[in-house]
């Protein structure tokens, strides 16, 4: 019989038992003395606006550090104070609010406090004088400590080695054997493309914290946790090789995985192979700690916003399947001599299974009951008496920095209060049989699921290796995982898309970095790119050196122009159709060619040819809606000239081209001379899917006259229209060589982020640093000011944050796997020289620039402080590494700034307050507004770009839009 099967079946069996040791468990809870702040938490989870306040006063109140701000809110909150409050503390917020407008300096403080006694028991203060005390308080008489130490959000290196070395003064406590961190947390944010690297400089972090552990007299424990998916390669990657390292080999240490990730089973199977070899030869076993998934909300958001399918299981019930599927799997008497098992959560009934079956199996030893710390603790000490121990699983954090711990707490919330999540009940499951019905039927249907799934003869498994699949060598595991969600693999040939016309649009996905066939896929890019040739020979073919060999080009095209419209709408939807299929196989190549031609990176460029495949498919859609019209007759324009930058050596020319292709316009192509190769590789992409080479054109102007040239091509009779892209001063001197030229161009930015104080900061600078130098600053759209009103301008946090942030970012060209900004496309021009060598008046250097090469190319990112509206660097776009800071004292003040520009490109505001938004949207003049995100990145359909005033020229729309 598969031995799934019969587990299966052997859970199916002992389920009604748990079901009365629940029952044993609420009964034995009543008993225990109630714990005043659980009771209170009980309160807030089953009050309908709970949640609600209490995300609110965290956000609102303890976030800001601007006191007016906080007192501002609090304020407003005490006008909705929920029932759960007990009468004293309801009526102590209600005066608070009413005085804390006056008295922010004494009415916060306090207000602040009360909600640290709320939520205190599930944090402790990780303050000398008061962790001792709070250790010794919690442990003992069976029940342990995980600590996992809180911080703020790791930006730079600064803060990565500050959690690394808090993590390593808590292992060198007497009181402290068990510890958490993750592998995120150890260092600055790297480039996700580089992942051997990655793990490289992961395993060097942390080697010191493991080494100190096997040399300590007493057991020290070190559990690597994760919160994402795109962790989870990660991690069982550094997690292996640290247990190959042979100074480690006694120590056991452990890792989280995640049971609401498919993944999950696969991963445990190759723990298990990874450990029993490990045993094998006589060093010591590991830990999984099995916990069902606290990230759902962040996944779902990463998902959508690069097209991936949702890595987690799609309900709750797949969930708790899972969970039980591992479970089942790992709790055997053979794999726990390898794999120590601990299962964590709240769910009792969960619980209360894992327990019996252990017993069943004769497997107690290697199994912990994992719970957290604060929650339901009259459970949590039932639990603790049948179970003869338990492990605490907690947070600290410094009162300085309490705010930090608000992502956890908001999460742990969050789950107490959905309803799909056994937390919401946890309080009333002793007194309400409605509540114990529904989650007990939760529970026996998991279980059923798991013997259906069981019971199915051809339970299949994964179709591509993914992140938790067994390596090479492995033993073959005697069940088949369930196939992970995510099976992209960049290495194969894509599969032509099915074009469905009513169907809605579907963007382009982007390369997922979590996954290994992508990451050789990247690899083998790399390798590419010193020798990297293509789009040479189609570059030779379209060299233009005379004005007779331009006039060739021109009217090749003319001619070609009335039988490519004649073709009509269908039929050219078709062809794009096929051009989007044809960049999507040439989507390796196309990240080759920018980053040898422009060094750009592979991260910047895969979106940029998602962009252009989007572009395809979206102008095949509007092709067919020009003969939908009733009553009307669309008539393209003959020739288009379409005159992209350099900096999106991609997505610009295929919009571009695309656009006039599909309304029947031939076109003249004339990329960037620095970009040229981009631009021929995007052609060929066009003629290999079946648009006409005479109907596109591709132009590469050589010689000494390349300048008089392009002017000849802007200038001829027969270009009917420019679409251009680039500097202003460009637009203008297309509209002096030829005023009545049918010109739509989208020119430069000088573009501004505003954080106001109440401001998530950790946020607002991490969207900040990616908008400022994601291509090294080369982007109309960069953010190269930020502004900062009133308290945000003197914020400590602010000024460390990004400094941290910015000195981080590791400079490199694109073969490097951990640069994360790749140098300038060409060498600093005389504008740009100014804004990374010369300082204005009144400004100083917070991180100077440095040049790092010969030519010029490569430099180290840099801030200037003390930007003064009106000043050269406030209205000049210098389009490079540097950034200025800008402090007002008023929102108002701050739009003033961005508006005293020339450009409205652009703009973007950090703010939590409603009203604030409000007031930013109703005064910024830009074309792009963000909100509390960074502000590059055009999407198809979904962020159209286009600009305002210098920023834009001609009857142009929003490209990617409507």
């Given amino acids: 019989m598969d031995p799934m099967s019969n587990g299966a079946s052997e859970l199916r069996t002992l389920a009604p038992a748990a079901i009365a040791l629940v029952r044993e468990w609420l009964a034995e809870a009543e008993r225990i003395p109630a714990d005043p702040a659980g009771e209170q938490l009980g309160g807030m989870l089953r009050d309908p606006d709970g949640l609600a306040f209490t995300v609110g006063f965290v956000d609102g109140v303890v976030r800001p550090e601007s006191l007016e701000v906080a007192a501002a809110n609090l304020h407003r909150l005490a006008a909705r104070i929920p029932a759960f409050l007990p009468a004293p503390l309801a009526a102590a917020l209600r005066a608070g609010g009413a005085l804390a407008p006056r008295l922010p300096g004494v009415v916060v403080p306090i207000a602040r406090r009360v909600l640290r006694r709320m939520v205190g028991h599930l944090v402790i203060d990780a303050t000398e004088a008061r962790l001792g005390p709070a250790i010794a308080r919690l442990q003992g008489d069976g029940v342990r400590l995980n600590l996992n130490l809180l911080g703020e959000a790791v930006l730079g290196d600064r803060e990565a080695r500050r959690r690394v070395e808090g993590t390593m003064a808590l292992l060198r406590r007497d009181d402290v054997d068990y510890v958490s961190i993750k592998v995120s947390s150890t260092v600055a944010p790297h480039q996700p493309w580089g992942f051997d690297a990655a793990v490289g400089e992961i395993v060097d972090r942390l080697a010191p914290l493991y080494e100190f552990a096997a040399a300590s007299p007493t057991p020290k424990f070190i559990n690597l946790d994760m919160e994402e998916y795109r962790d989870l390669e990660l991690t069982l990657a ?97 794999r726990l001599a390898n794999v120590r098992l601990g299962v964590a959560g709240h769910n009792l009934f969960d619980l209360a299974l894992a327990l019996l079956v252990a017993e069943a199996r004769g497997a107690t030893d290697g199994v912990d009951v994992e719970m957290l710390l604060g929650m339901a603790p009259a459970q949590a000490e039932a639990v603790r008496r049948r179970a003869g121990g338990l492990l605490l699983y907690t947070p600290i954090v410094h009162p300085g920095e309490f705010d930090v711990a608000i992502a956890y707490l908001v999460r742990r919330l969050e789950e107490g209060a959905s309803p799909e999540n056994f937390m919401s009940a946890v309080f009333d499951l002793d007194d309400d049989e409605a509540l114990f019905a529904r989650e007990r039927e939760r529970f026996v249907a998991s279980v059923a699921a798991l013997a259906s799934d069981a019971a199915q003869p051809d339970a299949p498994g994964p179709d591509a290796p993914g992140p938790g699949a067994p390596g090479p060598g492995a033993p073959a595991p005697d069940a088949p995982a369930p196939a992970p969600n995510r099976t992209q693999d960049r290495r194969r040939e894509p599969a032509s898309a099915a074009f469905d016309p009513a169907a809605p649009f579907a963007n382009a996905c982007d390369s997922d970095p979590a996954l290994p066939a992508n990451q050789q896929w990247a690899a083998g890019i790399r390798a590419r790119i010193p020798a990297s040739s293509l789009g040479l020979d189609a570059l030779a073919a379209a060299e233009v050196r005379d004005a007779a060999g331009l006039e060739l080009r021109i009217r090749t095209a003319r001619d070609a122009q009335p039988e490519w419209a004649a073709r009509g709408a269908d039929a050219r939807a078709r062809i794009l159709e096929a051009v989007a299929d044809e960049l999507e196989r040439r989507r390796g190549e196309l990240v080759e060619v920018a980053a040898a031609e422009c060094g750009k990176l592979l991260d910047q460029t895969d979106v940029e040819v998602s962009e252009a495949i989007d572009f395809a498919r979206y102008y095949a859609r509007l092709a067919r809606g020009l003969e939908a019209v009733d009553g009307a007759v669309a008539h393209p324009v003959g020739v288009v000239a379409v005159v992209p930058p350099w900096n999106f050596p991609v997505a610009i020319p295929a919009g571009g081209a695309l ?67 680039g500097g202003s001063e460009t637009a203008e001197r297309f509209r002096e060589l030829r005023p009545e030229l049918g010109l739509l161009a989208e020119t430069s930015g000088k573009n501004a982020i505003i954080i106001t104080p109440s401001a998530d900061y950790d946020l607002a600078v991490r969207d900040v640093i990616a908008s400022a130098f994601g291509h090294s ?137 409603r009203d604030e938004i409000a007031r930013w949207l109703e005064r910024v003049d830009a074309g792009n507004l963000y909100v509390n995100r960074g502000i590059t990145g055009a999407i198809v359909q979904r962020q159209p770009f286009g600009g305002w005033k210098r920023s834009s020229v001609g009857a142009t729309a929003k490209a990617g839009g409507p």
């Avoid at 900062?788 to 602010?798: D, E, K, T």
Wanted: proline residues 7%; neutral net charge.
């Fill in 777 to 913: 600053g080369q982007k109309c759209s960069a953010s190269s000011l930020v502004v900062l009103v009133g308290q945000a301008g003197r914020s400590r946090r602010i000024r460390d944050q990004l400094v941290d942030g910015v000195r981080s970012l590791r400079v490199g060209p694109p073969t490097d796997p951990l640069a994360r900004m790749g140098p300038l496309t060409g060498p600093a021009g005389e504008k740009l020289l100014r804004g990374l060598t010369t300082l204005e008046p009144g400004e100083t250097w917070v991180l100077a620039p440095r040049r790092l090469d010969d030519e010029g190319r490569c430099w180290t990112p840099g801030i200037r402080a003390g930007v003064r509206p009106g000043g050269e660097f406030h209205r000049v776009e210098h389009f490079g590494p540097v950034l200025g800071v800008v402090r007002v004292e008023t929102l108002d003040e701050a739009i003033d700034v961005v508006n005293g520009v020339d450009y409205g490109l652009t703009s973007g505001l950090h703010s939590l307050d």
């Fill in 238 to 334: 550094v997690f292996e090789r640290l247990l190959a390292r042979p100074e480690l080999h006694r120590l056991e240490i452990g890792i989280v995985l995640q049971a609401y990730l498919p993944d999950a089973l696969a991963a445990m199977q190759r723990v298990q192979a990874v450990a029993a070899a490990r045993v094998a030869e006589g060093g010591a076993p590991v830990k999984v700690r099995l916990v069902k998934g606290a990230n759902l909300p962040m996944e779902r958001v990463d998902a959508e916003l690069h097209g991936w399918p949702l890595a987690t299981e799609p309900s709750k019930r797949a969930t708790d399947t899972n969970w039980l599927r591992v479970l089942d799997w790992a709790l055997r008497p053979e």
């Fill in 659 to 725: 656009a006039a292709l599909a309304s029947g316009a031939a076109v003249v192509l004339k990329p960037a001379s620095a970009a040229a190769r981009c631009g021929a590789l995007v052609a060929e992409a066009c003629w290999a899917a079946g648009v006409p080479p005479e109907a596109l054109q591709l132009v590469a102007l050589a010689g000494d006259d390349r300048r008089a040239l392009g002017d000849a091509l802007i200038a001829h009779e027969a270009i009917d229209r420019v679409v251009l892209t």
